[in-house]
Each structure stands twice: as C-alpha cells, then as structure tokens.
C-alpha cells in the first residue's frame, strides 16, 4: 500500500501532544492524541485490507497478522525489558517495581489494558508505573483481532453474495460505531446512574468503574477505529473536480481548528472534547488527500519523519520520563534531557530494529504464533525474576522485606489468647504471672507503636494489651470530637475500668483532628484548643480509674513517602528541613502539651522529635533503617527502634506516685 505522507504528518501531530502531556509542558489535552491514533490505525488498517480486497478478491489474514507482528512486537519487546531491566534499578523495590513486574507480564499477552482496568490512568501513582502507555497498544491489537477476519471479514463474505447486503455495508458499519460510542458516552457521563445496574455492580464492588471500563475497553473504543475504517471506505467516493479541492482545504482549516480548541481545553477535557478530536482527526484524513496549498502542513520532510519514528517515540517516551523522574528532580534540564533521550533511542531503534526485521527475507518464515509465544515466556520470565529480585533490593535499601516493614504486631495472628470487650480486642501478650499490666489505646498511631510498646513491656515483665481503631481518638465518649465507631470509644473506657492495667499510653494523631480537622468544622486555632481541652479530660479520666496515663504525641510528619524515592540509583536518603517539618504538627503540639501542664496532672508526655531530627534535619532513617511506613506512621523498625524509650517511660510511671 502506497504511503500516505499526509498521514504520516498526522501521527507526528498525535505522538507529539501525547509527549507534550506526558512531559508536563502545558498541553493539558495532549492524552488525546492516543485518540487520534486510534483513528489513524483504522483508517489505515480498513485501507490495507480494503486494497488487499479490492486487488485480489480475498485477503491473506495470516500473512497480514505475521507483517503486524514483525511490525510491532521487537519494538516492544526491546523497549519492555530494558525498562523492566533499568526498573530494578531505579524505582522503589516497595510497590513500584512490583507494578512494573505486572506491566511487562501483561505486554507479552497485549492485555495491560485489562490489568490496569481497575485504575485511573490520570492518577498520581501512574507516575511510577513505566509501562503504563502499553494499554493503548493492547486496546490496538485487540482491535486489530476483532475489526479483521470477524467484523470486515464478516461482512464482506455476506455482501459478495448479495447486492443488498454489500449496499447495507456501510450503513451497518455506522450503526456499530454508534452503538460503540453511545456505550462510550454512557459510561462516562451517567457513571453513578450505570454503577448501581446489574451488570456492573460485580464491577463496581470490585472497585472497577464505568468510567475505566469505557477508558480501558476496546468495545468502547471500537467507534474511534470504525470512524477511520468508514473513511478507508468512503475515500474513493470523494469528488475530484476541482471546487472539491477548495473544500478539501476549508475543511482541513476548520478540522484543525477544531482539534486545536479540543486539545487546550475548550471543551472541558470530558467525552465532549474525545468525540470533537475524533471527528477533526476523521475530517483531517478525509480532506488532506485532496488539498493543493496546505499541502505543507502535514506532508514536510520533519513531520512526515516525526511520524515514521512515532512508534518508537511513543514507546520509549514515558519509560524515559518515569525512570528519570525516579532519579532525579523534575527540572527543565531533565525535560530537555528526556525529549533528546527519546529522539536518539527511538530513531536508533526505527533504523537498526524495526526496519531491518521488518525488511528480512528470512523472518517472513517465521510463524507469527513463534513470535508472540517467544515474547511471552521472555516476559513471563522477566517477571518472575523481578519478583525475586524485588526483595533482596528491599532488604539492602531498608533493612527489611516490604511485608515486614508494614506489618504490625497487632496485625499477625493471634497464637495466645484473646481479649475481647465489646468491639474492642487484643491479643494478650506476656505471660500470666507477670507484675503488671499495661495497655496501649488509640488509633492509627497505636497500631504503628505496637511493636515497641509491646516489646518495652514484655521486657519489664509486664502483660500487654493493644485497643485501637483507625481514625478513633481516644477521648470522652461525649468529646467534641467524634468517632465513627463511638461504642469502640465506649468499650475501651469498660476495659480500662475492668482490668485496672498499671499504665495507659494514649497514642492519638492528633493532627488529624485539628489541622485536616476530620470530624470538627471549626478553624484551627479553635480545634487545637479544644483538643487540648479534651486530652485533659481524658488524661485525668484515666487517673481516676486508677491507672497511670502516658501521652504519646505523634512523630514528626514528612512531605512524601519516602519508600517511593528511594532506589538503589538512589540512595542518598535525602532529609526534609528540621523547621519545616516541625511546622505540621508544632501547634498542636505546644497546645496539647500546654492544656495538659495547666491541668496540674503532672503528666508524663512521650515525644519523638529529638530520636527523627537533629538540630537541622529531620530522616525518616534509623541507624540505616526504614523508621517508617507513610509519611505520618512509623513502621515495624521505627516502631521497635523506640522500645528502650517506652521502657524508660514505662518504668518511671510504675515507680511515680
């Protein structure tokens, strides 16, 4: 098939918006060129088999997948495994290097589109997953399955044996391109309305939304390609008088336009602007055939050999940005560095990968299936060395195993006894006959503490219990701060007052409450001093049922989680400014501290800050240990580095009067 450089321009334009968008350079609409190519690969791949057709008679769908294959797959194989390869090296071994593990399993089946079916292609995470723009070459191929030998095929065969049928072609054609984008429309714009129908609740309770079914499917997609198919079949019919070339380039202006306005925005950036970009990119091929001065546009030496490297720039692009956004900070030097990057590897791979194994004689013998099989196990293989790799990375950079740096004491199985009171429970930890008791209640903080705590306490002989519930304070049960479970609140009170424990530490985020303000609708100053109010009231709570309270205030809060920017091409273990991190949570702090003094409780307060920081630096590193699990929660390591200081604290209630 003769090559159209006009179409070529057009996939230039399309793989430059996706560049633009992923490199943050201002094109907030650029995602939208993957629409185009959708277009494009229709149009083009309808007016390969149409030709092939109207040649011969018949088309040959196996030798046609083999040159799709030839095409396609060492590209992707080279780009998959070098990213897998270069992961290990430069992304977290806690989350992201398992994603990209599953990403290149997914590409040796062209199946990314459905593991990723589940998540939001605009997240934030997305920015750590280097194979995440595979998905649009599993919905192509997908397509590319379908739209041949079972749709075009299909309705061919039917209308060779009959004039009506082969007149019905078209319309036909139009009504499964309707039916494809009202599906699409749908999908999006009534997603709470279709989320509670039958059909999609086992999505929906799976965390699966209509929205990324239509973002994700080839059938909601499939009206992107039909449109570039009808204009594979409609071209011929075009007028060529030649008023019809002075309506070819009005419509090309005003097709261009229309693109141009979808692209940045006009149109909200919702269904809207996906239909307006595919119908100007269907209109853009229609009229640049026929045009006689815009001719230019589209058809230069650069754009047309922007567009015969678009493949490789498309794959190479956004491994590039991911895995240098990994390492380094995003600055214009490293924009620049990534868009120079992807240009010398993208045209070093048309030049000596793609074309030579497209052009070899010797390869057309190979079987397409051989190919696509071989890529396969060279993924799955990958993949599973990955998955082994991951955790020794994890134990060099962080002293741990990832489950083990998450994991809570309270969280593994219980192998002694149970304490339950209400909806409150707790392993019981220590033996029978120790001297004393000692509890641990709050909420999230007290999980993270867990391990210390109950390390501090088996080390004095004492038997431990750990009460919390995420997102509950302990406080009054009538506190001016809520929680969701207020019986939990309610039972943690019954057990102190039934068991009587020697010491009570009170782990709450308090922050939480008062600066992201969760349950109270009131301006800082006036939480923080309610909050203060409240501790108070519990803390003497806890002293008149006979128990010595110990208020814990949480660790310092870091900007980040640390666990995703550090690789083992980065291990500099970067620390956050002592005076901006203590900015989070010094309010609250000083207010808690101040109510709890001018209640004359004489009141032990545990507090992190002097172990996380020195006088400058705050790390979230303990002798070369991950200290924590989330930029607010200590982790296992960071839980047990603070035994010796629950000990010490421990000891001085048990000995105070």
């Not at 929205?211 to 570039?228: K, N």
């Not at 501090?456 to 929680?483: H, K």
Request: charged share 15%; hydrophobic share 45%; proline share 3%.
């Amino acid at each position: 098939m003769k090559q159209r450089r006009d179409v070529q321009g057009l996939r230039a334009v399309a793989v430059l918006l996706v560049v633009l968008y992923h490199f943050d350079l201002g094109v907030k609409g650029g995602y939208l060129g993957v629409d185009m190519f959708f277009v494009i690969s229709g149009y083009v791949i309808s007016r390969s088999t149409l030709g092939g057709i109207r040649r011969d008679g018949d088309f040959d769908w196996r030798a046609f997948y083999r040159r799709r294959i030839r095409r396609l797959l060492p590209a992707i194989t080279l780009v998959s495994l070098s990213t897998a390869a270069l992961s290990l090296l430069a992304l977290s071994p806690i989350g992201q290097q398992q994603i990209a593990s599953k990403m290149l399993l997914s590409a040796g089946t062209y199946a990314s589109n459905i593991v990723l079916i589940g998540s939001s292609y605009f997240a934030l995470d997305s920015r750590f997953n280097p194979l995440l723009h595979l998905w649009s070459l599993a919905v192509e191929e997908q397509f590319y399955l379908a739209w041949g030998p079972m749709v075009l095929g299909a309705l061919l065969a039917a209308s060779a044996k009959s004039p009506i049928l082969r007149r019905a072609i078209k319309p036909l054609l139009v009504g499964l391109l309707i039916a494809s984008m009202c599906l699409y429309i749908l999908l999006n714009r009534f997603e709470s309305e279709v989320s509670t129908w039958r059909g999609f609740r086992l999505f929906h309770d799976n965390g699966i939304l209509p929205s990324q079914l239509a973002f994700y499917l080839p059938i909601a997609r499939a009206w992107e390609f039909g449109t570039g198919a009808i204009v594979a079949l409609q071209t011929r019919d075009f007028p060529r008088w030649p008023k019809g070339r002075w309506v070819s380039e009005i419509g090309f202006v005003i097709s261009l336009v229309l693109l141009s306005t979808a692209v940045f925005g006009i149109f909200g950036f919702s269904e809207l602007s996906t239909i307006a970009v595919v119908a100007s990119t269907t209109s853009l091929i229609f009229f640049s055939e026929q045009l006689m001065h815009l001719t230019f546009i589209f058809e230069n030496r650069v754009m047309v050999g922007i567009g015969d490297i678009s493949y490789s720039i498309y794959l190479w692009h956004w491994p590039i940005w991911v895995l240098l956004g990994a390492v380094f900070e995003h600055s214009a030097l490293l924009t620049g560095s990534a868009v120079a990057l992807t240009l010398v590897l993208a045209i070093a791979q048309y030049r000596y990968v793609e074309q030579p194994i497209r052009q070899a004689q010797k390869l057309t013998r190979i079987h397409g299936r051989q190919m696509v099989a071989g890529f396969a196990v060279i993924a799955l293989t990958g993949s599973v060395l990955m998955s082994q790799l991951s955790p020794l990375i994890a134990r060099r950079l962080f002293g741990t195993s990832e489950k083990e740096l998450v994991t809570h004491i309270v969280e593994k199985e219980c192998n002694g006894q149970i304490y339950v009171e209400g909806t409150a429970s707790s392993c019981w930890y220590g033996n029978e006959d120790a001297v004393g008791l000692a509890i641990l209640v709050g909420d999230s903080q007290a999980k993270s503490l867990s391990d210390g705590f109950v390390a501090a306490a088996l080390n004095l002989n004492m038997r431990a219990l750990v009460l919390y519930q995420n997102g509950c304070a302990l406080l009054m049960t009538e506190a001016i701060f809520p929680c969701f479970k207020n019986e939990w609140r309610a039972d943690e009170w019954s057990a102190i007052n039934t068991l009587s424990p020697d010491v009570v530490v009170v782990a709450n985020l308090n922050y939480l409450y008062t600066e992201e303000r969760l349950y109270v609708d009131a301006p800082n100053e006036q939480a923080r001093v309610w909050w203060g109010e409240e501790v108070s009231k519990m803390l003497t709570q806890i002293k008149s049922l006979g128990s010595k309270p110990i208020l814990v205030q949480p660790p310092p809060k870091f900007a980040t989680d640390f666990r995703s920017q550090v690789s083992l091409l980065n291990q500099s273990f970067a620390s956050e400014d002592q005076s901006v991190v203590y900015a989070r949570t010094k309010s609250v702090q000083v207010e808690e501290t101040r109510a709890v003094l001018a209640s004359n409780l004489n009141q032990q307060i545990v507090n992190f800050d002097k172990i996380i920081c020195s006088n400058t630096l705050c790390s979230q590193f303990i002798d070369g240990k991950l200290a924590y699990e989330d930029p607010s929660h200590l982790s296992h390591q960071g839980s047990l580095a603070m035994t010796n200081l629950f000990e010490e604290q421990i000891r001085i209630a048990m000995l105070s009067k």
